[in-house]
């Protein structure tokens, strides 16, 4: 009757740890599969966002127009033989 008890044991044992094995790998599968899709998602949602802010760039932000500085005298060094 020992040697059965120690026989049963050792099958409850093996089949828990077995189980465990398994529901584990199935887990780690289940989360990789929700962030991959997660992943994708936000790839696509990104892309369709910033598709978007190319369309109208001008729609939260202040625009200052400033004119452009007009420079009148250049001072460019020149070679002797370049205007002769």
Do not use: C
């Not at 040697?3 to 465990?20: D, G, M, Q, R």
């Not at 990104?46 to 932000?61: A, G, I, L």
């Not at 400033?66 to 060094?77: C, D, R, T, W, Y």
């Amino acid at each position: 009757m020992q040697k059965l008890y120690k026989i049963l044991w050792s099958l409850a044992l093996l089949l828990i740890t077995v189980t465990i094995l398994i529901v584990s790998f199935w887990l780690i599968l289940g989360v990789l599969a929700v962030l991959s899709i997660v992943g994708i998602y936000r790839y696509y949602f990104m892309k369709r966002k910033s598709r978007k802010f190319h369309m109208n760039p001008y729609n939260h932000v202040e625009v200052i127009d400033l004119k452009a500085e007009e420079i009148h005298e250049v001072n460019l060094p020149r070679k002797p033989d370049e205007f002769n």
